[in-house]
């Protein structure tokens, strides 16, 4: 049975809750999208692109214009870096480095209300419409207390529709879950659309 709530979906399987993000995702749900007091999904700016610094994960702020997403404050350039919710999924829109030598880089935060152990599933295309270096999408963990982060995995998917994401973690009290699409290489951009995405928790 689904029930959603404030844009977000929780189903009860076998006394585990699956967490499925929202598919419309405006200036007015807010960024982080809030459900009764405890952040849920947030969109950050990683610059510069170092995962290990937590003040380099930034909310992003509501775009409108040429693009109605989420995006840089600062930093971006050509429009990316971007992040929005539609009925395909999560898109993420991304640019590798340019003379600065820093990608604009889209995370997906998911923030638990529990902690305990979680899985992520989803399927990941991927369309290059600039440059062909390859790209890449790291899950990893925060700590918001201590700012530590650890990596979970680092996927390499193919510019193609149809790679296959799936990781397992466990995650204490006060940590977050990112999902960070980027391009390493310099003069490439790309599109990724996460579908299907799945997290599984207590």
């Excluded at 700016?45 to 509501?62: R, S």
């Excluded at 638990?112 to 369309?127: F, I």
Aim: hydrophobic share 45%; net charge positive.
């Amino acid at each position: 049975m689904r029930c959603t709530l404030l844009s977000i979906s929780v189903i009860a399987v076998l006394g585990s809750a699956e967490f499925a993000p929202p598919q419309t995702w405006t200036q007015r749900s807010g960024n982080p999208l809030v459900q009764a007091g405890q952040a849920a999904w947030r969109f950050d700016q990683v610059w510069p692109a170092k995962f290990t610094n937590p003040a380099n994960f930034v909310p992003m702020v509501w775009q409108t214009g040429r693009h109605t997403s989420w995006g840089a404050a600062e930093h971006g350039f050509g429009g990316q870096p971007t992040g929005s919710a539609n009925k395909d999924g999560i898109v993420f829109s991304v640019r590798g480095p340019r003379t600065d030598a820093q990608p604009c880089m889209t995370a997906l935060a998911f923030i638990p209300a529990k902690a305990g152990n979680y899985q992520v599933s989803g399927v990941l295309d991927v369309s290059r419409w600039e440059g062909q270096n390859a790209v890449a999408f790291t899950i990893l963990r925060r700590n918001v207390a201590n700012g530590l982060v650890a990596m979970v995995q680092e996927c390499k998917p193919e510019a193609k529709a149809g790679n296959a994401i799936a990781a397992s973690t466990a995650l204490a009290a006060g940590e977050e879950l990112f999902l960070v699409a980027s391009v390493p290489g310099f003069n490439t951009a790309a599109v990724m659309t996460l579908r299907d995405l799945r997290i599984v928790g207590p």
